[in-house]
C-alpha cells in the first residue's frame, strides 16, 4: 500500500512540477517583453577587447604624450567584465541573447541591409527595420538617397528612419539641405531616430573633427519640428547632458519620446540613473524608452536592462513603461508587428 501511495504521490508531483520546469526553461514565456529602440547591426572588428562598463571618468589627455587613445574612459577594472564574441560568431550570439531576453530590437543598417536580413533570419520576429540616410561629405546624391529610402519604407520592410547624425558633420537636425528627408519621413508616417547631446566617448575632438556638441542641443529640434508637426522623432540618447532642454522641448512637444541608449551603460552609473530619474520626475515617464546602442560585446544588453530594473527611484509599471510600452505605443506595435502592417 505505501509503494502505491509514493507511486501515486510521484504521478502527482510530476504532473505539477515538470511543466512548471519546461515553462522556466522556455525563458520567452516568463520574461516580459522588452523593446530596444536603438540596436545597430554590424560585425565587431576581430580585435575587439573586454570592457567595463559605466566607467567613473572621462580622461584629460595631452598630445604631447603621443597618439591619443579613441577612448576617454578611465578603463577601470570590473568583475564580471563584458566580452567580446569569438570572431564571427557575434550576430548568432546577440541573437540568443534577443530570444533569452525576450527582446525586440529597432535595428539600423548602418553596414547594409544584408546584415539587418541576417539578423531577422536569426531572430525571427524580434526585428523591426531601420534605416537612414548619410550625411558625410562622400554621401551619394540626394536624390539616389531619397529614392533609396522611399523603396525602403514602401516595399522594403523598413519601419524606422535612423539612425540620423548631422551632429557628426557639424550642423543641425533642422538644417534645409536635409529637409526633404523628413518631408518624405512625414508624408509616409515614418518615426524618425536623431543623435542628439552625447557622443565620441570623451574624445571626439582627437577621432571626430566635425563633431560639434552644440548642435546636439534639442533645441535645434524647434524649427524641423515647426514645418513638420506632424513628423514623429525620438531623441536619442535623451539629449544628454542638456536635460533642461530636453525637458522644455519635451513639454512643448507631445511627439517627441526619447531613448536611454549609448547613456545608460557609457556614463557614471550614479549619472545614469539622476538622468533618467529626472526625465521621469519632470512628468516624462511617458516618454522614455530604453535602448542599448548595442555594440560588440553581447552582454551588453542584459546589462542595460538591469539598470532599469534595479532602479530604486522607479516603480514596476514605470519600469515596464521604459522597457517595453512606451516603445510599443511610439512605434504603434501589437502583436509582434508595427499596426500600420496589419491594416493593410
Given at each position: 500500500m505505501?509503494?502505491?501511495?509514493?507511486?501515486?504521490?510521484?504521478?502527482?508531483?510530476?504532473?505539477?512540477?515538470?511543466?512548471?520546469?519546461a515553462?522556466a526553461q522556455?525563458?520567452?514565456?516568463?520574461?516580459?517583453?522588452?523593446?530596444?529602440?536603438?540596436?545597430h547591426?554590424?560585425?565587431?572588428?576581430?580585435?575587439?577587447?573586454?570592457?567595463?562598463?559605466?566607467?567613473?571618468q572621462f580622461?584629460?589627455?595631452?598630445?604631447a604624450?603621443?597618439?591619443e587613445s579613441?577612448?576617454?574612459?578611465?578603463?577601470?577594472?570590473?568583475?564580471?567584465?563584458?566580452?567580446?564574441?569569438?570572431?564571427?560568431?557575434?550576430?548568432?550570439?546577440?541573437?540568443?541573447?534577443?530570444?533569452?531576453?525576450?527582446?525586440?530590437?529597432?535595428?539600423?543598417?548602418?553596414?547594409?541591409?544584408?546584415?539587418?536580413?541576417?539578423?531577422?533570419?536569426?531572430?525571427?520576429?524580434?526585428?523591426?527595420?531601420?534605416?537612414?540616410?548619410?550625411?558625410?561629405a562622400?554621401?551619394?546624391?540626394k536624390?539616389?538617397?531619397?529614392?533609396?529610402?522611399?523603396?525602403?519604407?514602401?516595399e522594403?520592410?523598413y519601419?524606422?528612419?535612423?539612425?540620423?547624425?548631422?551632429?557628426y558633420?557639424?550642423?543641425?537636425?533642422?538644417?534645409?539641405?536635409?529637409?526633404?528627408?523628413?518631408?518624405?519621413?512625414?508624408?509616409?508616417?515614418?518615426?524618425?531616430?536623431?543623435?542628439?547631446?552625447?557622443?565620441?566617448s570623451?574624445?571626439?575632438?582627437?577621432?571626430?573633427?566635425?563633431?560639434r556638441?552644440?548642435?546636439?542641443d534639442?533645441?535645434?529640434?524647434e524649427?524641423?519640428?515647426?514645418?513638420?508637426?506632424?513628423?514623429?522623432?525620438?531623441?536619442?540618447?535623451?539629449?544628454?547632458?542638456?536635460?533642461?532642454?530636453?525637458?522644455?522641448?519635451?513639454?512643448?512637444?507631445?511627439?517627441?519620446?526619447?531613448?536611454?541608449?549609448?547613456?545608460?551603460?557609457?556614463?557614471?552609473?550614479?549619472?545614469?540613473?539622476?538622468?533618467?530619474?529626472?526625465?521621469?520626475?519632470?512628468?516624462?515617464?511617458?516618454?522614455?524608452?530604453?535602448?542599448?546602442?548595442?555594440?560588440?560585446?553581447?552582454?551588453?544588453?542584459?546589462h542595460?536592462?538591469?539598470?532599469?530594473?534595479?532602479?530604486?527611484?522607479?516603480?514596476?509599471?514605470?519600469?515596464?513603461?521604459?522597457?517595453?510600452?512606451?516603445?510599443?505605443?511610439?512605434?504603434?506595435?501589437?502583436?509582434?508587428?508595427?499596426?500600420?502592417?496589419?491594416?493593410?
Amino acid at each position: 500500500m505505501q509503494s502505491k501511495l509514493l507511486r501515486l504521490l510521484s504521478v502527482f508531483i510530476a504532473a505539477i512540477v515538470m511543466p512548471c520546469i519546461a515553462q522556466a526553461q522556455n525563458t520567452t514565456d516568463v520574461v516580459p517583453p522588452v523593446i530596444d529602440v536603438h540596436f545597430h547591426a554590424f560585425e565587431p572588428p576581430p580585435d575587439s577587447a573586454p570592457f567595463c562598463p559605466n566607467q567613473s571618468q572621462f580622461l584629460a589627455s595631452d598630445p604631447a604624450d603621443g597618439e591619443e587613445s579613441q577612448w576617454g574612459w578611465s578603463m577601470e577594472e570590473c568583475t564580471p567584465k563584458l566580452h567580446p564574441s569569438k570572431p564571427g560568431e557575434y550576430i548568432k550570439d546577440i541573437t540568443d541573447e534577443m530570444k533569452r531576453l525576450n527582446v525586440t530590437a529597432v535595428v539600423f543598417a548602418d553596414s547594409g541591409p544584408e546584415l539587418v536580413a541576417k539578423y531577422e533570419e536569426l531572430a525571427p520576429g524580434r526585428v523591426i527595420p531601420g534605416i537612414g540616410f548619410n550625411v558625410f561629405a562622400e554621401a551619394p546624391p540626394k536624390s539616389e538617397q531619397l529614392k533609396m529610402l522611399e523603396h525602403a519604407f514602401t516595399e522594403g520592410g523598413y519601419r524606422v528612419m535612423g539612425e540620423i547624425a548631422p551632429q557628426y558633420v557639424g550642423i543641425s537636425p533642422s538644417d534645409m539641405n536635409l529637409d526633404d528627408y523628413f518631408s518624405l519621413a512625414e508624408r509616409l508616417d515614418i518615426p524618425v531616430a536623431i543623435h542628439m547631446g552625447t557622443g565620441g566617448s570623451g574624445r571626439a575632438n582627437v577621432y571626430l573633427p566635425q563633431f560639434r556638441a552644440s548642435m546636439g542641443d534639442p533645441f535645434l529640434l524647434e524649427d524641423l519640428l515647426g514645418r513638420h508637426p506632424g513628423l514623429r522623432i525620438w531623441i536619442m540618447h535623451a539629449g544628454y547632458p542638456l536635460i533642461d532642454n530636453t525637458l522644455a522641448l519635451l513639454q512643448a512637444n507631445s511627439h517627441i519620446y526619447v531613448d536611454i541608449a549609448g547613456l545608460i551603460w557609457s556614463y557614471p552609473l550614479y549619472e545614469v540613473n539622476r538622468y533618467i530619474e529626472r526625465l521621469v520626475k519632470a512628468g516624462f515617464g511617458d516618454r522614455v524608452m530604453y535602448g542599448t546602442d548595442q555594440l560588440i560585446w553581447p552582454g551588453l544588453m542584459a546589462h542595460s536592462i538591469s539598470i532599469i530594473q534595479n532602479a530604486d527611484y522607479l516603480t514596476s509599471s514605470q519600469k515596464r513603461d521604459i522597457l517595453y510600452n512606451n516603445a510599443a505605443r511610439f512605434l504603434r506595435f501589437s502583436g509582434g508587428k508595427i499596426v500600420k502592417e496589419l491594416s493593410k
